[in-house]
Each structure stands twice: as C-alpha cells, then as structure tokens.
C-alpha cells in the first residue's frame, strides 16, 4: 500500500465515497476547487474515513473541508508520510 495518495486514487475514492465523476487531470489543475466539481465537505468526509480505514490512522483535522484539491491533497499526504515515518 502506498503511503502517498494520488489524484488517480482521490477520484476513485470520490467516486466509491461522494458518488461523484472527476477526471484525476482536472484536479490537478491549479485553480481547480472542490465545489466546481460537486463535492462538498461531507463527501470528502467519507474519503477521510475511507482512507483512515485502509492506513489505520487518524488523517490530519481539517482535510474534510478542504476547498481544493491540491490543499486536501497535501494534508492526507502529510498524515501519510508521518505514519511511515514513525
């Protein structure tokens, strides 16, 4: 299992958690926002869970309300690499 998430495995979960599409390319582009794409805070509240299932870990407080991609993105990836740090 890797330890960094990425924007492949982020639509996926959007997909299986949010129930919404999102082409991994679209959000990485820099001025992409969540709520562009449909996805409100309780949607990525299902992937935090999702993720801190699969990692057995408590994933940094705030990610759910992350307004981009990018911001949710390097919190998850922080909780992630200190886990493997430890």
Same mark, same amino acid.
């Given at each position: 299992m890797s330890n960094t998430l990425s924007y492949t495995e982020l639509a996926d *979960?959007?997909? /299986? @958690?949010a129930g919404v599409t999102v082409d991994p390319d679209d959000m990485r582009q820099p001025d992409a926002r969540f709520? %562009?794409? =449909?996805?409100?805070? *309780?949607g990525l509240l299902g992937v935090v869970? %999702? *993720?801190?299932? @699969?990692? =057995?870990?408590k994933i940094t407080s705030g990610a759910e309300s992350a307004k981009t991609p990018a911001e949710f993105m390097e919190l998850v990836n922080a909780s992630? /690499?200190?886990k493997a740090g430890a």
């Open positions: *979960l959007l997909q /299986a @958690r709520e %562009e794409f =449909g996805i409100d805070s *309780l869970g %999702e *993720l801190e299932n @699969r990692h =057995g870990l992630l /690499a200190t």
